[in-house]
């Protein structure tokens, strides 16, 4: 009998809430360690607002700042452990010869960490220049517009950069792989394992929720919360922490019915 791939539930179920939870905790709370109880509404001054929205509506720029600051360490963290997983799952054999080749493959984790946060950095840009080609401020809000970048491309670059490689137009045996894993992915939308899942379904998550995040924008209230880039950024935020959890809910009711199915199968023997 063929064993079950690697799928660890209970483990990825609590990281998920984990991760999910403190990521909330920095969009809701952690800007509030940043903003002075004295400083000034910096726009629909006179429009009022529920207190619990004073402290993320009165700067913006100082708002999605410290929610880019605590979603570095947090997807630091989820990414090495997301690695992690990928190697466990796609390593056969027996423990040693798993370990060795697990001990062989993190002599690149260093490198593979730089280049993850290399490429973040690159495509931050790039998703700066789709954004405004949307209709976002040049000039006015330009340094929000970028913040609002850099956090969806932490949200949705880092982890599958970090986990399996940086894409690039190299003719070489790896670099097609990696090209090809990504296209497969993200173009194709090709999902054949919980930890692709787990990667590819709060990165779109993330995109998703940004761009319906602006939605609200377009809405002639001039309510502080309305503020660029509140709405998209929290949009991001939100759609990647929905996307994780759908990914874990699909993930966990796909494994119970492989399970059953091999169970049955081992009746029927």
């Known amino acids: 009998m063929v064993n079950a791939p690697f799928f660890p539930f209970a483990r990825y179920t609590s990281i998920v809430g984990v991760h999910t939870s403190l990521l909330a905790f920095v969009a809701l709370f952690f800007p509030r360690m940043f903003i002075d109880d004295r400083m000034e509404q910096s726009s629909s001054k006179d429009r009022p607002q529920h207190p619990f929205l ?4 009165t700067s ?3 708002t999605v700042s410290s929610m880019i600051l605590g979603v570095v360490i947090l997807q630091a963290w989820w990414g090495g452990w997301i690695r992690d997983w990928l190697i466990d799952y796609s390593l056969h054999g027996s423990d040693d010869s798993r370990r060795l080749d697990k001990a062989k493959i993190n002599e690149r984790k ?3 960490f730089i280049n993850a ?4 950095l690159v495509v931050s840009f790039a998703f700066h220049f789709i954004i405004v080609l949307f209709g976002a401020p040049i000039f006015s809000s330009g340094l929000n517009t970028y913040l609002l970048s850099l956090l969806i491309s932490l949200l949705s670059v880092f982890a599958p950069t970090y986990t399996y490689g940086t894409p690039s137009l190299s003719s070489d045996t790896e670099s097609m792989a990696i090209r090809m894993t990504w296209t497969r992915l993200f173009a194709e939308f090709s999902i054949r394992s919980p930890v692709e899942r787990a990667i590819v379904y709060p990165s779109a998550g993330a995109i998703i929720g940004c761009w319906l995040g602006a939605i609200p924008i377009a809405l002639d209230w001039d309510r502080p919360w309305q503020a660029w880039p509140l709405t998209p950024a929290f949009g991001g935020l939100l759609g990647y922490i929905l996307a994780s959890i759908v990914a874990l809910t699909i993930s966990a009711i796909t494994a119970l019915a492989q399970e059953d199915i091999r169970r049955e199968r081992l009746k029927a023997l």
């Open 54 to 57: 004073v402290a993320l509506t």
């Open 60 to 62: 913006p720029t100082i």
């Open 110 to 112: 260093t490198s593979a």
């Open 117 to 120: 946060w290399a490429a973040t």
